[in-house]
C-alpha cells in the first residue's frame, strides 16, 4: 500500500470523485432529455431508449476488461485516458447530427465512463492507508450523490433556456479541470499500479461475456416485434452462450469471475439484489420523466427538480446506514431499505392525471430513501467477509452489477410500458403522445410500476435470505 503525503492524497480523492460526478450526472441528466430528444429526432420510443441502454451497456460489458487494463498500464494512465475520451464524446453527443450519431457517441460515452469507475476506487486503495480505504470510497460516494441530484436540476435548466444539446457539453468546465489534475498527479505522484506480475487475463471469458450481455439487451428489445420461431432461436441461442461461458469459467485455470465465492450466501445474495434494486430504480427513472412531461406538462427544468427527490435522500440515509451496519449487520437494514422501495412503488402506481406533485415527491424520495437504506450496508456485507486478493473483482462485480440491473431497467421497463401502451392505445406510440392518450398512458404506467413493484417484493424476499 502506497503512503502518499495527506494533502496529495485528498487531492487524488477530489479528482477520482470529479469522474465519479461527470458520469452519474451524465446518467441522471440524459433520463430528463428523452421527451425532448424524442421529439426533436421524431422517434418511437423502443428507438430513443438506446440513448441510455448504448451508455449503460457499453460500461457493462467492459467494466471488468478496463480493471484489467488499469492493473497492467496504470490506473492514472487509464483515469486520463477515459476523461479525454468521455469529454470528446460528449462533446460529440452535443454536435449530432442524428439519432444514429448520438447513439455511437454515447458509446463511445460508456467506454470512458468505464474506465473512470474501473480505475477510480483501484487509484483510491493506492492512495489511502489500508485503514483508511473505506472512508475514502465513502467520501467517494459522497460524489455519486452530488452527481445523481445535480443531474437533473442542471439538465432541466439547460435544456429550457438553451436544448438538449447544451446538457452534454455542462462536463467540460469540470472534464478540462480534471485532465489538468490528472497530468498534475502522473508527473508528480505515483502513477504506478502498473503490474507485470498479474495472472493471465480471461479473454475468453471476457469476449463471451460483452457477447452474452449485448445479445441479452438486443434480444429483449426486439422481443415483442419478433416471430415466434425467431423468439425460441433466440432463447436458445442464449442458453448456449450461457452455457458456453459456464464451460470457459470452470475449465480454464484463469477466469474473469471469482468462482470460488460465488457458492456464499452472502455473495451471490449481495450481487443479485443489487443488480435487481438498481433495475427497479432505473425503470421508474425512465418513465417517470415522461409522464411529468406529457401527463403534468411540466417543463424540463421542473421535470428536473420532482425528479431530484430520487438522491435527496443519499446525503442523509447513506451515512446513517453505514453506521448502522457495523452495529446490527446487513440482514435487516437491507431488508427494510427494499420494502420501503416496494411501498414507494405501490404509492407511485396510484397517481393519475390529478395527482399533486407533492405526494409524487414524497413517493420518489421514499423511492430513494429506500435504495440508500439499501446500498451501503449490501456493499460492506461484501467488501468486509472477502479476503483482500478478491476485493477489487468484487469491487468490479459490484459495479457491474448495479449497471446491468440499470441496463435491464431501462430496456425492461421501456418494453413493458410499451407493450401497455399498445394495448390500451390500439396500437398507437408514445412519439405520437397527444392529450385523448392520457387515459391510456396513466393505466400503461400503473400496470408497468405494479410489475416493478413485484419485481422489488422479489428481491425482498431473496435479500432476507442473506446472512446477517
Not at 46 to 63: D, E, K
Not at 393 to 419: D, E, K, P, Q
Request: aromatic share 10%.
Amino acid at each position: 500500500m502506497n503512503e502518499e503525503h495527506p494533502l496529495r492524497k485528498y487531492q487524488t480523492l477530489l479528482l477520482v470523485g470529479a469522474g465519479v460526478f461527470l458520469s452519474t450526472m451524465d446518467s441522471s441528466m440524459v433520463n430528463v432529455a428523452l421527451p425532448f430528444i424524442m421529439k426533436s429526432f421524431g422517434a418511437p420510443l423502443r428507438t430513443i431508449q438506446w440513448v441510455v441502454l448504448i451508455y449503460l451497456l457499453s460500461i457493462t460489458v467492459t467494466l471488468l476488461f478496463w480493471g484489467i487494463v488499469a492493473d497492467r498500464f496504470g490506473r492514472f494512465n487509464t483515469y486520463l485516458f477515459g476523461i479525454l475520451l468521455f469529454l470528446s464524446a460528449s462533446v460529440g453527443c452535443a454536435l449530432a447530427p442524428t439519432l444514429p450519431t448520438l447513439i455511437v457517441l454515447r458509446f463511445i460515452e460508456g467506454l470512458g465512463a468505464a474506465m473512470l469507475m474501473a480505475a477510480g476506487p483501484a487509484i483510491i486503495r493506492d492512495v489511502f492507508p489500508q485503514h483508511e480505504i473505506g472512508r475514502g470510497l465513502g467520501l467517494v460516494g459522497i460524489a455519486t450523490s452530488a452527481g445523481l441530484m445535480s443531474g437533473p436540476v442542471v439538465g432541466g435548466i439547460l435544456i429550457s433556456v438553451f436544448s438538449w444539446r447544451a446538457m452534454f457539453l455542462a462536463c467540460i468546465p469540470v472534464g478540462v479541470l480534471m485532465i489538468a489534475g490528472s497530468v498534475w498527479v502522473i508527473r508528480n505522484g505515483r502513477s504506478a499500479s502498473v503490474s507485470m506480475s498479474e495472472p493471465a487475463f480471461d479473454w475468453r471469458g471476457a469476449l463471451l461475456w460483452a457477447v452474452l450481455i449485448a445479445s441479452l439487451v438486443l434480444y429483449a428489445h426486439f422481443l415483442p416485434r419478433l416471430p415466434s420461431i425467431w423468439k425460441m432461436a433466440g432463447g436458445g441461442g442464449l442458453a448456449l452462450l450461457g452455457f458456453l461461458f459456464y464451460l470457459s469459467e470452470t475449465t480454464r485455470k484463469s477466469n474473469i469471475l471469482p468462482l470460488h465465492l460465488f457458492p456464499k450466501s452472502y455473495y451471490h445474495i449481495g450481487l443479485i439484489t443489487a443488480s435487481l434494486s438498481f433495475a427497479v430504480l432505473f425503470g421508474v427513472l425512465i418513465l417517470m420523466p415522461f409522464y411529468l412531461t406529457h401527463i403534468k406538462g411540466l417543463a424540463a427544468n421542473l421535470v428536473g427538480l420532482v425528479m431530484m427527490a430520487v438522491p435527496l435522500t443519499l446525503f442523509v440515509v447513506s451515512p446513517t446506514a453505514g453506521m448502522l451496519y457495523d452495529r446490527i449487520g446487513s440482514r435487516f437494514l437491507t431488508t427494510l431499505g427494499l420494502s420501503i422501495c416496494t411501498l414507494a412503488l405501490l404509492l407511485l402506481s396510484a397517481i393519475d392525471q390529478i395527482t399533486g406533485l407533492l405526494p409524487i415527491f414524497i413517493a420518489l424520495a421514499m423511492l430513494g430513501m429506500g435504495q440508500s437504506m439499501f446500498l451501503a450496508p449490501n456493499t460492506a456485507s461484501l467488501l468486509s467477509r472477502i479476503p483482500e486478493v478478491d476485493a477489487g473483482v468484487t469491487s468490479g462485480l459490484l459495479a457491474t452489477s448495479r449497471n446491468l440491473g440499470m441496463l435491464a431497467g431501462a430496456a425492461f421497463g421501456t418494453m413493458i410500458f410499451g407493450a401497455w401502451f399498445g394495448y390500451f392505445s390500439a396500437g398507437e406510440e408514445l412519439s405520437s403522445f397527444r392529450p385523448d392518450l392520457s387515459g391510456p398512458f396513466i393505466s400503461s404506467l400503473r400496470w408497468t410500476l405494479l410489475c416493478t413493484a413485484a419485481l422489488s417484493a422479489l428481491n425482498v424476499l431473496i435479500s432476507w435470505q442473506r446472512e446477517r
